[in-house]
């Protein structure tokens, strides 16, 4: 497996007097596409906002290359390489598509952001066709593709994406994770994603980490957990420690 970029040691966190993560400890493997996955109320949408300060790291360590990381502000994380998309829609709906993207770029240089805007058109050729339309009027995966494309724009080496289909059909789900995927594998981003669509987000996946109670409780390759009898135990929130055969701690 290649070498960790991301790394939780021991993180306990939470919201005011509610702790929702007892120490989770994971490594995200550079150039994959990692899945949270777990029963509501794991903590895997808590993994984020902990990294992002939007919630409190009271104990633990977040490591990005090697350097602490946790505390930092957004802005800082930004500047070293880590994105994150959040769920549901976040967009500006009577802005262009073009002036959504320009957005994801506002602290660069003019000609910096053109030259990035032209790639990310370039890889989304749906958006380019689309680049005068208004946000509004784009399909559920339009938007979705919209978001990770603006946050593309910052060229990041993580990218954090939470409960990408959401409201999408199961096409444009499928559309929206193989774009994940092929940010994996074709220009080597580092996608770390929460998805509750357990089977979709597995298919699109290298790995997966399950959550139970604030811990990672099993991490393993995702085919092994797709191809397991017993993967309903993630979603019913019953103990998945033993899920997964043996097997599962080796892999890609």
Do not use: C, W
Request: no cysteine; aromatic share 4%.
């Amino acid at each position: 497996m290649p070498e960790p970029v991301l790394e939780f040691t021991d993180v306990v966190a939470g919201y005011g007097a509610l702790t929702i993560l007892n120490g989770f400890s994971a490594e995200i493997a550079a150039g994959r596409v990692t899945t949270l996955i777990g029963a509501n109320g794991a903590g895997k949408s808590t993994v984020f906002k902990t990294l992002f300060g939007l919630a409190e790291m009271r104990a633990g360590e977040i490591r990005l290359d090697g350097e602490p990381v946790g505390g930092l502000a957004p802005r800082a994380l930004l500047a070293r390489g880590v994105a994150y998309v959040p769920q549901g829609r976040n967009l500006f709906p009577t802005l262009s598509v073009e002036e959504n993207l320009e957005l994801g770029g506002v602290t660069l240089a003019a000609a910096v952001r053109r030259a990035r805007m032209a790639r990310v058109l370039e890889r989304f050729p749906r958006l380019a066709e689309r680049r005068a339309q208004q946000a509004s009027t784009l399909s559920g995966g339009e938007q979705k593709t919209l978001e990770i494309g603006r946050a593309l724009l910052g060229e990041p080496r993580v990218l954090l994406v939470d409960e990408p289909s959401i409201g999408l059909s199961p096409k444009l789900a499928r559309e929206v994770f193989a774009t994940l995927r092929g940010l994996a594998d074709a220009g080597g981003v580092t996608v770390l994603m929460v998805e509750q669509n357990v089977k979709s987000g597995l298919a699109a996946s290298h790995r997966a980490i399950a959550l139970e109670g604030g811990r990672a409780v099993l991490e393993a390759p995702a085919d092994a957990i797709l191809a397991h009898p017993r993967i309903r135990s993630v979603f019913l929130g019953g103990h998945v420690a033993q899920t997964v055969s043996g097997r599962a701690a080796g892999g890609a």
